[in-house]
């Protein structure tokens, strides 16, 4: 045993020892590699090699010994594990040999994780499972371990793909007891309630496309408190005198054909200098109560994720596709707002009223399309022929008037994806943008335009913000500007009104200064949604607030009860900065499943084709340059990859006398964005043909050639 003496000389020698080291705290940044980084909380980032990555996770918070490494570069000694995030994850179940492991699918993570016998669950070999952290690295030489939490299926089952993207970004796809009361009580209210056959129906339906949904037993009455917790309901049949009777007039929906969820119809009528626009638009809030489950709830999703093969909905289906969607020939609560517009296309008036309206039809996009260029006029009768009509001048007035005021936004295609009995890509259809499409984007603009404004007097609601340029690249713009006689613009790029006059002016110019126009929108922030009513430069509107779509969207469904509090003296909620920041790291989520999903079916339906024919070209656009290469998106498909110049170029010529003689030149200019490739210089959106040279199917990325 150590004398007191002894122990307080160990103890000074460990804190001699610790006062010598350069300590710091850091966050871990996983790389493609094996090795890593850490970035520290001072603003260095320190090396870490690969066998000391080996005891962290990407995303650990650490305690690290900075130190200089023999290259002279910083480099982390770990000394303490702080915090760890990383403890559920998804992957491919692996036996080698007698090895049971666990290849996760994270981001920058390139690990296998060992599984102990207890812990496999009886998955086989290449299975997709979801697993959890059991024993972290850092305290057990770099060897951790996991468990297998459930099977999410083989490779060959059906729709495999939807499945395990849901249990990877952990999708919400479950009701919980309380809002299926919720539920089932509005429903009696109403007196629409479910057959009950038809319920076993459509729950046995939703457990086949989730795959693990648990059936929920159906309760025949709620709770007294429960039914308390609903807003009235507020049909024509409830006699509601708060809300505008709009039923006489002749609305109608215009969506995709398979659309369900239709959330606004359109009526308007010839004024004396212009048009009387009214936008319907469903209104959920008023059949469903403040802080009630399904108002929880749908604050929680934040918005309906369209998953390739079936979305995720933000409101119950019975709700989204039923109760509220303003289905033909219907009565339905609506928000409904009356624009007055000029005939030049300027909104000179409009008004919000709560009401009730009937739908009298649905139609498709193509079915209008093709009555309005005159190519089959049958399903339409007389009096919505000339509402469409109508609609057409005003939207093309509309149009013009943004052109020249405001910004129109490029018109990318969009492409379907349609699947097979299998759940796989059997045709890719890019989609037309026709009339119709135009009618309704314009008037949804108008009316979330007016709802910005309507907002941003009153101080309430959720706006749809963008600041135009990165502040980075800032200085990068205005060079760009004065290399292409616009140095006199470069000043006030970071204003609305002077972005707005920068794009103008270069669309004014046309295909001459495409290039330039393309390479300035590359530069710009991404846009966000904010408490507070700041400009949406890409629109070039001044005040923002969607409300069009609140049966799939919360930052609508919020704005609706915003506006009902000044129309109508409604409480709305409030939200905290933190709310925001979870209902915007949500929608974040949502946009990457989806992404990820497409891109797995993407590259098994190329592999497919390129199987078959594989010298077989094809037409697309440049959509990203950097130092490496070209990022390619084929024009028929939608589909994206990548063109590597990290490689040798072909050369017949013999006796090379230089050792990289046969090496491609490349010099990347990133605040132009060129990239030039021996004497050949590529720029954002030419034209090029490529032929695919390799799909792999584990990091579901496409490999392009350039076709001369």
């Given at each position: 045993?150590?004398?007191?003496?002894?122990?307080?000389?160990?103890?000074?020698?460990?804190?001699?020892?610790?006062?010598?080291?350069?300590?710091?705290?850091?966050?871990?940044?996983?790389?493609?590699?094996?090795?890593?980084?850490?970035?520290?909380?001072?603003?260095?980032?320190?090396?870490?090699?690969?066998?000391?990555?080996?005891?962290?996770?990407?995303?650990?918070?650490?305690?690290?010994?900075?130190?200089?490494?023999?290259k002279g570069k910083p480099e982390a000694e770990l000394e303490k594990l702080?915090?760890?995030?990383?403890?559920?994850?998804?992957?491919?179940?692996?036996?080698?040999?007698?090895?049971?492991?666990?290849?996760?699918?994270?981001?920058?993570?390139?690990?296998?994780?060992?599984?102990?016998?207890?812990?496999?669950?009886?998955?086989?070999?290449?299975?997709?499972?979801?697993?959890?952290?059991?024993?972290?690295?850092?305290?057990?030489?770099?060897?951790?371990?996991?468990?297998?939490?459930?099977?999410?299926?083989?490779?060959?089952?059906?729709?495999?793909?939807?499945?395990?993207?849901?249990?990877?970004?952990?999708?919400?796809?479950?009701?919980?007891?309380?809002?299926?009361?919720?539920?089932?009580?509005?429903?009696?209210?109403?007196?629409?309630?479910?057959?009950?056959?038809?319920?076993?129906?459509?729950?046995?339906?939703?457990?086949?496309?989730?795959?693990?949904?648990?059936?929920?037993?159906?309760?025949?009455?709620?709770?007294?408190?429960?039914?308390?917790?609903?807003?009235?309901?507020?049909?024509?049949?409830?006699?509601?005198?708060?809300?505008?009777?709009?039923?006489?007039?002749?609305?109608?929906?215009?969506?995709?054909?398979?659309?369900?969820?239709?959330?606004?119809?359109?009526?308007?009528?010839?004024?004396?200098?212009?048009?009387?626009?009214?936008?319907?638009i469903a209104d959920p809030t008023g059949l469903i109560a403040v802080d009630?489950?399904?108002?929880?709830?749908?604050?929680?999703?934040?918005?309906?994720?369209?998953?390739?093969?079936?979305?995720?909905?933000?409101?119950?289906?019975?709700?989204?596709?039923?109760?509220?969607?303003?289905?033909?020939?219907?009565?339905?609560?609506?928000?409904?707002?009356?624009?007055?517009?000029?005939?030049?296309?300027?909104?000179?008036?409009?008004?919000?009223?709560?009401?009730?309206?009937?739908?009298?039809?649905?139609?498709?996009y193509h079915k209008v399309a093709d009555y309005l260029e005159q190519v089959?006029?049958?399903?339409?009768?007389?009096?919505?022929?000339?509402?469409?009509?109508?609609?057409?001048?005003?939207?093309?007035?509309?149009?013009?008037?943004?052109?020249?005021?405001?910004?129109?936004?490029?018109?990318?295609?969009?492409?379907?994806?349609?699947?097979?009995?299998?759940?796989?890509?059997?045709?890719?259809?890019?989609?037309?943008?026709?009339?119709?499409?135009?009618?309704?984007?314009?008037?949804?603009?108008?009316?979330?335009?007016?709802?910005?404004?309507?907002?941003?007097?009153?101080?309430?609601?959720?706006?749809?913000?963008?600041?135009?340029?990165?502040?980075?690249?800032?200085?990068?713009?205005?060079?760009?500007?004065?290399?292409?006689?616009?140095?006199?613009?470069?000043?006030?790029?970071?204003?609305?009104?002077?972005?707005?006059?920068?794009?103008?002016?270069?669309?004014?110019?046309?295909?001459?200064?495409?290039?330039?126009?393309?390479?300035?929108?590359?530069?710009?922030?991404?846009?966000?949604?904010?408490?507070?009513?700041?400009?949406?430069?890409?629109?070039?509107?001044?005040?923002?607030?969607?409300?069009?779509?609140?049966?799939?969207?919360?930052?609508?469904?919020?704005?609706?009860?915003?506006?009902?509090?000044?129309?109508?003296?409604?409480?709305?909620?409030?939200?905290?900065?933190?709310?925001?920041?979870?209902?915007?790291?949500?929608?974040?989520?949502?946009?990457?499943?989806?992404?990820?999903?497409?891109?797995?079916?993407?590259?098994?339906?190329?592999?497919?084709?390129?199987?078959?024919?594989?010298?077989?070209?094809?037409?697309?656009?440049?959509?990203?340059?950097?130092?490496?290469?070209?990022?390619?998106?084929?024009?028929?498909?939608?589909?994206?990859?990548?063109?590597?110049?990290?490689?040798?170029?072909?050369?017949?010529?013999?006796?090379?006398?230089?050792?990289?003689?046969?090496?491609?030149?490349?010099?990347?200019?990133?605040?132009?964005?060129?990239?030039?490739?021996?004497?050949?210089?590529?720029?954002?959106?030419?034209?090029?043909?490529?032929?695919?040279?390799?799909?792999?199917?584990?990091?579901?990325?496409?490999?392009?050639?350039?076709?001369?």
């Amino acid at each position: 045993m150590l004398k007191d003496d002894a122990l307080q000389q160990l103890t000074q020698l460990k804190a001699s020892i610790r006062a010598q080291k350069d300590l710091a705290q850091g966050v871990v940044r996983g790389t493609q590699g094996r090795f890593g980084f850490v970035m520290l909380d001072d603003g260095r980032e320190a090396f870490l090699n690969p066998d000391t990555m080996q005891r962290v996770f990407p995303g650990d918070r650490v305690e690290v010994n900075v130190i200089t490494n023999a290259k002279g570069k910083p480099e982390a000694e770990l000394e303490k594990l702080i915090s760890s995030d990383f403890k559920a994850f998804t992957g491919r179940y692996l036996v080698r040999g007698k090895g049971h492991f666990v290849a996760t699918d994270y981001p920058l993570l390139n690990r296998w994780i060992f599984l102990p016998p207890k812990s496999r669950s009886n998955a086989k070999d290449g299975d997709f499972v979801a697993a959890r952290v059991t024993r972290h690295p850092f305290h057990n030489d770099g060897k951790g371990q996991a468990k297998i939490e459930a099977v999410i299926g083989a490779e060959t089952d059906v729709g495999i793909e939807r499945r395990y993207i849901i249990a990877k970004h952990k999708l919400p796809e479950h009701w919980s007891k309380a809002a299926e009361q919720q539920l089932q009580a509005q429903q009696a209210v109403e007196g629409t309630q479910q057959d009950p056959g038809a319920r076993q129906d459509t729950t046995a339906a939703q457990q086949e496309t989730a795959g693990t949904r648990q059936e929920t037993e159906a309760t025949p009455q709620a709770p007294a408190d429960t039914r308390q917790q609903l807003a009235a309901p507020l049909a024509p049949t409830q006699g509601d005198n708060r809300r505008e009777d709009f039923s006489h007039l002749p609305f109608f929906t215009i969506d995709a054909e398979t659309t369900r969820d239709m959330d606004d119809a359109l009526f308007i009528e010839a004024a004396e200098d212009g048009w009387q626009l009214y936008v319907a638009i469903a209104d959920p809030t008023g059949l469903i109560a403040v802080d009630s489950p399904i108002d929880r709830i749908a604050r929680r999703r934040a918005n309906t994720v369209y998953l390739t093969g079936g979305a995720l909905t933000m409101l119950p289906e019975t709700l989204s596709h039923q109760t509220v969607s303003l289905v033909a020939q219907a009565p339905r609560p609506a928000l409904v707002c009356k624009l007055t517009l000029a005939a030049s296309g300027a909104v000179s008036g409009f008004e919000f009223a709560q009401g009730i309206i009937r739908s009298r039809q649905k139609l498709s996009y193509h079915k209008v399309a093709d009555y309005l260029e005159q190519v089959d006029g049958t399903g339409i009768d007389a009096e919505i022929g000339a509402v469409l009509a109508l609609l057409a001048q005003c939207s093309n007035a509309r149009y013009q008037y943004r052109a020249e005021h405001a910004l129109i936004m490029d018109e990318r295609p969009d492409y379907e994806l349609v699947l097979n009995a299998q759940q796989k890509i059997e045709r890719i259809e890019k989609q037309r943008r026709t009339v119709a499409h135009r009618i309704v984007e314009e008037a949804m603009l108008a009316t979330n335009c007016c709802a910005g404004e309507l907002l941003a007097e009153h101080r309430l609601g959720l706006f749809s913000c963008h600041a135009g340029f990165r502040e980075e690249r800032l200085a990068d713009v205005q060079l760009l500007l004065e290399e292409n006689g616009h140095g006199s613009l470069a000043p006030d790029v970071g204003s609305l009104d002077g972005y707005r006059a920068v794009i103008l002016a270069l669309q004014r110019e046309g295909e001459a200064r495409a290039s330039i126009l393309s390479t300035l929108k590359r530069m710009l922030q991404p846009s966000r949604l904010s408490l507070d009513a700041e400009p949406h430069f890409g629109l070039g509107f001044t005040r923002y607030a969607t409300v069009t779509s609140p049966i799939r969207r919360y930052q609508d469904y919020f704005n609706h009860l915003a506006i009902k509090q000044i129309i109508a003296d409604h409480k709305a909620p409030s939200l905290s900065g933190d709310d925001l920041e979870a209902i915007r790291q949500q929608l974040a989520v949502g946009r990457l499943a989806c992404k990820q999903l497409d891109q797995w079916l993407l590259c098994q339906y190329i592999q497919r084709h390129w199987q078959a024919q594989k010298d077989a070209a094809y037409a697309g656009k440049i959509v990203l340059l950097n130092s490496q290469g070209l990022g390619i998106r084929l024009d028929d498909t939608g589909i994206e990859g990548f063109v590597s110049f990290n490689h040798k170029k072909d050369n017949t010529k013999k006796n090379s006398k230089k050792k990289d003689a046969d090496k491609l030149k490349l010099s990347f200019d990133q605040h132009r964005l060129l990239l030039k490739v021996d004497d050949t210089v590529y720029r954002l959106d030419e034209p090029v043909q490529v032929k695919v040279v390799a799909v792999d199917m584990d990091k579901r990325q496409i490999s392009f050639a350039l076709v001369a």
